[in-house]
């Protein structure tokens, strides 16, 4: 089976930065996406690695470990409308199938 | 506008009703996607298709069926074999030898 793990919950300060995790194990691997989804709403595109590294998008970045089965979003100088929940999710075979993550959960706080 | 529209945004059916679920895209998207989100959980792959009259079951795709006869048109119909069908319902597509999904606005379906 897929299995991919990320926290639940996470709650920060406007103007913080938070860090969201994700570790996966899964039969093949082509790359990762992290979307945003606002409550009631459609999941948004943020990022897609393939390589191992650091890809930067403004206040967004995200980092990927194949070796390690691992990868991470950074959110920086958080603003409240970054209040959302993240999804993590990979990309595993060559038929473009994705498995996702349970998603974490954004409190951006005043 | 270009986009992908799932209609209606609410629907509530009583149980032992088939109900189907809309998705329409003017992308020109070859790849259409249904999966279905429960809170707790990611979403979890129903039925894909990658070409028009041709179409894969996914994880969960038991009680579900789909058809694909437009390119533009992928509609989900969730039947009354289907055991839990209170979900919220989201459609995605993507373009050719693209692994970038875009998604619709979703389905919040109950079943009452």
């Known amino acids: 089976g897929q299995n991919i793990d990320q926290p639940t919950e996470m709650t920060a300060t406007e103007g913080a930065i938070v860090q969201i995790n994700c570790t996966y194990q899964t039969s093949g691997f082509n790359g990762l996406f992290w979307y945003q989804q606002h409550a009631g709403e459609a999941p948004t595109f943020l990022s897609y690695n393939v390589l191992d590294g650091l890809e930067e998008k403004g206040r967004f970045s995200s980092f990927l470990s194949r070796s390690k089965g691992y990868s991470y979003l950074l959110l920086k100088e958080l603003q409240m409308k970054d209040s959302a929940s993240y999804l993590c999710?990979?990309?595993?075979?060559?038929?473009?199938?994705?498995?996702f993550g349970a998603g974490t959960t954004v409190t951006v706080r005043a | 506008d270009g986009g992908i529209t799932q209609s209606p945004k609410y629907l509530f059916r009583k149980e032992g009703q088939n109900v189907t679920l809309s998705c329409e895209q003017n992308l020109n998207h070859d790849a259409m996607y249904w999966y279905r989100q429960d809170p707790g959980q990611g979403l979890r792959l129903i039925y894909y298709?990658?070409?028009?009259?041709?179409?894969q079951k996914g994880d969960i795709a038991e009680g579900y069926s789909v058809s694909r006869e437009k390119k533009e048109s992928f509609p989900l119909t969730v039947t009354s074999a289907q055991k839990n069908p209170t979900a919220f319902y989201l459609c995605?597509?993507?373009?050719?030898?693209?692994?970038?999904?875009?998604f619709g606005p979703g389905t919040r379906l109950t079943v009452l």
């Open positions: 298709s990658q070409i028009v009259n041709d179409f």
């Open positions: 999710a990979v990309d595993r075979s060559n038929d473009y199938k994705l498995s």
């Open positions: 995605a597509s993507s373009a050719p030898l693209a692994v970038e999904q875009f």
